[in-house]
Each structure stands twice: as structure tokens, then as C-alpha cells.
């Protein structure tokens, strides 16, 4: 058997040479493990091992890598291999990075560089042996489904030779046997009733009534054995054919290898298939009977009785286990309920922070502003305030959405609050470079370049009120600017708030000059990001940029209602990918 490949990928010859010789070292004997130095080497090497039979327990891959990135790489792995594990391995990868391994190539792990030789081994083996408890999990599903079939296959057979026939060729089947017998007590004399041989890709060869030397090994066997169900010949397996507590006779099975498998669980498959051996041996005998003697009605009756009281008996049992599933349904239905009760609590207080919508017309009377969370509470929010001289206005998206990213949506808007409205700082730049250096301080953040994730992205306007002039600063969110039939993206700083970077990119201020019918839009990534079309893919900046455009003619409710059946249009069954906002406004 063909051991399962651990794959490791990296442009770097020295750390594929490291992984190579730590994962033999620790795995070698139940892995193989083989290299490649591109993603685009890795893929063709995939294809080639699938050609070959081999299965891909676990894929290893660097980040930064020419060509292909190590998440694109492990994205166009996971369409191949669904259920391989994914472990991410770099020392450079960003936030988006690894969500888009987590997201799209359901990554198992991300291990930063360098690693600690015995972190990543334990890693390695935790992946690997989850493939491997993947793998023996579809492999016995597989085994009961058949065991299933089988039994309802022989339960309709009442027929004593076709019953024999389809009997043993079940074992087979079921088992992976090489041979199995059945033995029948005749008014207590053995007899080797059927012998079943398998035939690699062909019909058994089932013979019936066996006489000879072979059949004398076979019933001393049986006799020699008395509750144990392996035999004292490790190649085979026994179990008796119970009726009424009495046997009846004996099934066996023989193998010339081992079966893992079958060694496992092979008490569990015998006693089954013998039970069920049983039942039909008996439902073909109770037939013939009934074809040659009609005076045993009355037995027959009898033995429905059992049967049905045997029903009976288990529906009662059903009955029992249906009522603890329902018991177990009410608790987790109460516990669902108390978490839905404290999130729509926690959402009353969000919505109590957040300015009313319709209050950004009090600003700019041609505006429009939709929210749409993902979740009950969001991780996108939007403040303004309206000051002597000027207004500001800004929108952002936190980390994560519901929970997580609600917390930092309050945290985010009492930040804005203190630095503009008590320490009055009302520049653009200014205020997202206060507000990154109040959020590191509150969060405490100690880590370190490589590992920050809490934050935001955030775009702020401040809008002149007697000059109309606009002063713009972004963290990782544009703004976009429409002067017909003109549009222009003004991009903001490639970092996000409370990220930490070795050189951090300095936050810059654009200033605009605004004539009547200007537009302006700010937005979280949620428009763009949302999953639909006819190929459920992205709706993209492109797309919007366009529909923006073609729209910026008509007044901002208007504009806002079209989006917003754009984006129903766009998505229509599928679930909304993030949290959505986007907020308009046009000079007058």
C-alpha cells in the first residue's frame, strides 16, 4: 500500500531541504514526503501523484513566493484536494493573506518563520494524523453503508439457495475476505453448507455442499472453537449463527494478508452479518415449511409474534432515543436564545451610539447612507460631526464582523469622539495618525509586525463650509470623486489603523476643490467583496466604479436605491459575504 504524501513548497532550496529531512526524521515511516520549489511545480506535482494513486495528506507552503503567492497556491490546492490539510508557512504573510487561505482554502494552520522544529512537527502530525482519521472515517462509512445494503438485500431474500448464494457473496464483499464458509448444524452434524472464493475482478466462485479433506480442517475448526470470535489461526475469523439463543450454524471468513479494517472491526461485521444470516435462514426455512406444509400456520403465526414483539421492543427503544434528542434539542434551543437575546442587546446599544441615518442630511441635504451588517451587529460604522467651520465625516471597517468586530466598531467611534471633538484635531491625516497611535495604546498591543491583527480601515473627509474645499485621508479605503463625466479614485495610505509595520507608510492629506454637482463616496469593502452573478464571484471596485458613474447624474436617494437593488440583483441566493456601508453626498 502506497504511503500518503506530505508536500512541501517553498522558492527557497535550503528550507525545502529542512522541512524534507525534520518530516522524515518524525514521519518517514508512515509519509512520504516530496518537494517542490513554485506553487506552479507543486500543482503539476499534485497531478501527477493523483495519476500515480497516491494520496496528498497535508500541503506545506511558503508565502512569498515569484510567480504564485503561497495563498494563491494553496486556494488552487483546495479545489483540487478539498480535504487535504493546508498549512501556511512564512514569515511575511498580511491579515488578507491568510483569511484568503482561511476563507477559500480552509487552511489548517499559519506558522510564522523561523519555526521551532518540534511546533511544526507536532503541527505536521496533528495534520497528518486527522487526514489519516479522515480517511479510515470514509472508508468505514463506506463499510456500514454496504453492511446496510447487505442486510436489506438478504432480508428480502427467502429463497434457501439464492439466499446462500447472495449470502456469501455479501461476506466477501463486505469483508474483503479471500474465503468464507458457512457451516450449518443438520440434527447435529456439521456440514460445510457453502464455500465462497473471491476472484480478483470477477464473480466469486461459490460452490455448495463441500466434501473432502478440506471440509473436515474446516468443521474441527469449528469445534475446536468455543466463545472467542478470532480463531487461534490469526487468518481467520468465526461467529455463530444464533437462533433462539441456539446456534444454528457458524460463518467464516479467511484472509492471506492482513485487513486493517477488517481487524478492526471485524467482531462487529461478523456478528452482523451472522444476525442477519440468522434472521434470513430462518425466513427461508419458515418459507419452505409453509410451501410443503400448510398444517404449520400456526407456528408461523407464532414466530410473527416474535418478530413483532422484536418490533415493538425497538420502537420502544426508538422512542426513548427520540425523547433525548428532543430534550437535547430544548437546552440548545434555550442556550441559542440566550446568545441571540445578548447579541440583539449588544446591537440596541451599537444602534444607540450610531447617529441616526436621516441626521447626515442636516449636513449635506443631497446624501444618501445604507448599513447593512453581515450579522445582527456590525464591524462597519460611520460618525460625523458638524463643527464651526467645517464638517467631518468618516467611515470604517473593523476587523472581523458580528461580535468581535462590533467591539471594535464602539471602541473605533469613542477614539473619534476624544481625539476630535475634545482634543480638536480636525485633520485629516492628523486625526487617523491619533487614531492609530490611541489604538495601539488601548488595545496594549505588544505584538509584534508580523502578527498584528486587531485594527481598522478607515476613510475621513473634512469639507470647508464656506470654500467647499475637501481634505481627504485613508487607511487602506478610497475615495471616490465623480466630476462628470469625469471619475477619480483618491487612494488612501496602504496600512490600516492599529496595524504595526517595520516602515510605516506616513498618512497623507488630499485636498479637493468641490463644485456644485461634485460627487463624493466613501465605502467599507463589503459592496466589493459581495459573492454573486452568474460565476458567484465578486462584484469588484471595477464594477462599482462604473455603476457610480453612470448613476452619479440622479439624486442621491435615487442613487442609493439603485445600489441597493444592484447589489440584490447581484447576490440573489447567495448568503452576503461582510458587513456592507457606503455613504454619498453631492456638492449644491
Not at 464483499?173 to 458457512?182: C, D, E, P, V
Not at 450610531?354 to 446624501?367: R, T
Not at 454637482?517 to 466613501?522: E, F, I, M, S
Amino acid at each position: 500500500m502506497k504511503k500518503p504524501v506530505i508536500l512541501c513548497v517553498d522558492d527557497e532550496k535550503i528550507v525545502l531541504d529542512g522541512l524534507w529531512d525534520q518530516i522524515n526524521s518524525r514521519l518517514g515511516t508512515e509519509f512520504s514526503c516530496e518537494i517542490a520549489e513554485s506553487g506552479e511545480e507543486g500543482l503539476c506535482l499534485i497531478q501527477d501523484l493523483r495519476k500515480e494513486g497516491y494520496d496528498i495528506a497535508v500541503v506545506i507552503s511558503d508565502h512569498m513566493m515569484p510567480s504564485m503567492r503561497g495563498d494563491e497556491f494553496l486556494i488552487e490546492v483546495h479545489k483540487l484536494l478539498p480535504q487535504t490539510l493546508k498549512i501556511l508557512l512564512t514569515g511575511q504573510a498580511n491579515f488578507n493573506s491568510v483569511l484568503n487561505c482561511i476563507n477559500q482554502a480552509n487552511l489548517y494552520r499559519y506558522v510564522a518563520k523561523p519555526w521551532e522544529e518540534n511546533d511544526l512537527l507536532l503541527t505536521v502530525t496533528e495534520a497528518a494524523r486527522s487526514y489519516q482519521q479522515y480517511l479510515q472515517l470514509l472508508e468505514y462509512n463506506q463499510l456500514l453503508r454496504n453492511l446496510n445494503k447487505a442486510t436489506q438485500e438478504l432480508s428480502e431474500e427467502i429463497q434457501l439457495p439464492a439466499l446462500r448464494h447472495k449470502l456469501m457473496q455479501t461476506v466477501l464483499i463486505t469483508t474483503g475476505a479471500q474465503k468464507s464458509y458457512l457451516v450449518l448444524d443438520k440434527k447435529g452434524e456439521l456440514i460445510v453448507d457453502t464455500v465462497a472464493i473471491a476472484q480478483p475482478g470477477g464473480t466469486p466462485i461459490i460452490t455448495h455442499q463441500l466434501i473432502g479433506a478440506q471440509t473436515e480442517t474446516i468443521i474441527n475448526l469449528v469445534k475446536s472453537i468455543h466463545q472467542n470470535y478470532r480463531a487461534e489461526n490469526e487468518k481467520i475469523v468465526y461467529s455463530p449463527i444464533q437462533k433462539n439463543g441456539k446456534s444454528i450454524g457458524y460463518l467464516l471468513i479467511e484472509n492471506s494478508e492482513e485487513n486493517s479494517l477488517l481487524h478492526k472491526n471485524y467482531k462487529e461485521i461478523i456478528e452482523m452479518l451472522a444476525s442477519q444470516a440468522a434472521i434470513s435462514l430462518e425466513n427461508s426455512q419458515l418459507y419452505a415449511q409453509i410451501q410443503q406444509r400448510n398444517q404449520e400456520l400456526q407456528e408461523e403465526k407464532r414466530k410473527v409474534e416474535e418478530i413483532n414483539q422484536l418490533l415493538a421492543q425497538k420502537s420502544e427503544e426508538l422512542a426513548q432515543e427520540k425523547e433525548k434528542v428532543i430534550a437535547i434539542n430544548t437546552i440548545l434551543e434555550l442556550r441559542n436564545k440566550d446568545i441571540t437575546d445578548s447579541i440583539h442587546y449588544a446591537k440596541r446599544i451599537q444602534d444607540s451610539i450610531l447617529q441616526e441615518p436621516s441626521a447626515l442630511q442636516l449636513l449635506f441635504p443631497d446624501s444618501f447612507l445604507f448599513f447593512l451588517p453581515k450579522d445582527i451587529i456590525s464591524g462597519d460604522f460611520y460618525w460625523w460631526v458638524d463643527l464651526v467651520d467645517c464638517y467631518i465625516v468618516a467611515i470604517a471597517d473593523c476587523t472581523g464582523h458580528g461580535v468581535p468586530g462590533a467591539f471594535m466598531s464602539l471602541l473605533g467611534i469613542n477614539l473619534l469622539n476624544k481625539i476630535i471633538r475634545e482634543y480638536g484635531i480636525t485633520e485629516p491625516s492628523a486625526i487617523l495618525e491619533s487614531l492609530n497611535i490611541q489604538l495601539q495604546h488601548t488595545l496594549n498591543n505588544k505584538s509584534t509586525f508580523e502578527e498584528s491583527l486587531d485594527g481598522m480601515d478607515i476613510a475621513v473627509c473634512r469639507l470647508e463650509k464656506q470654500t467647499n474645499i475637501l481634505h481627504f485621508a485613508g487607511a487602506h479605503r478610497p475615495l471616490i470623486f465623480i466630476r462628470n463625466p469625469k471619475i477619480e479614485v483618491i487612494e488612501g495610505a496602504k496600512r490600516s489603523i492599529g496595524e504595526i509595520q517595520k516602515d510605516p507608510v506616513p498618512f497623507s492629506t488630499t485636498t479637493l476643490a468641490l463644485q456644485p454637482g461634485d460627487c463624493c463616496y466613501l465605502f467599507s469593502d463589503g459592496y466589493v467583496d459581495q459573492f454573486g452573478g452568474t460565476k458567484i464571484k465578486k462584484f469588484s471596485f471595477r464594477r462599482l466604479k462604473e455603476l457610480l458613474l453612470e448613476i452619479s447624474i440622479y439624486p442621491m436617494q435615487e442613487q442609493k436605491a439603485i445600489l441597493l437593488q444592484e447589489l440584490e440583483n447581484w447576490k440573489e441566493e447567495v448568503e452576503q459575504t461582510d458587513d456592507i456601508l457606503m455613504l454619498g453626498f453631492k456638492i449644491q
